[in-house]
């Protein structure tokens, strides 16, 4: 996976900015922005993860076209889900949130195999 350039895309991110300026204490305030700052950290690594997903997915989606092979595979999504499900489990973590996060993920992935796959049909090339 490649390293994050977060100089580039955070310029104009303002990690302190907050609506709560001159309502609470300062310490307060610090505390905040140190937790934030762990949770903006967690967010860059998740877009990273997930780019880094869909380059995977991509790859899989073209072998998928080249090999006529469908785009949605129901019984790896199911297997997927359940997986899943047990992870977030143990990572106490809500499941059905879980869940919903990886079907949305899944049809994203699955949409994106049926538009390599319409491409390939398109230009014509066969296995």
């Given at each position: ?21 001159g309502e609470v204490q300062q310490e ?11 949770i903006d950290n967690f967010d860059a ?83």
């Amino acid at each position: 996976m490649s390293e994050p350039n977060l100089n580039e895309s955070t310029q104009t991110f303002d990690p302190h900015a907050s609506s709560l300026q001159g309502e609470v204490q300062q310490e307060v305030l610090d505390e905040l922005f140190s937790i934030r700052g762990s949770i903006d950290n967690f967010d860059a690594q998740l877009v990273y993860l997930l780019a880094e997903r869909f380059k995977a997915t991509q790859r899989v989606g073209h072998l998928k076209a080249t090999h006529q092979l469908p785009p949605s595979d129901p019984n790896r999504e199911k297997a997927q889900i359940e997986r899943l499900r047990s992870l977030a489990h143990e990572a106490h973590l809500d499941p059905e949130f879980a869940e919903k996060f990886l079907n949305f993920i899944i049809s994203e992935v699955i949409r994106h195999h049926q538009h390599i796959s319409d491409s390939h049909k398109s230009n014509g090339a066969d296995a």
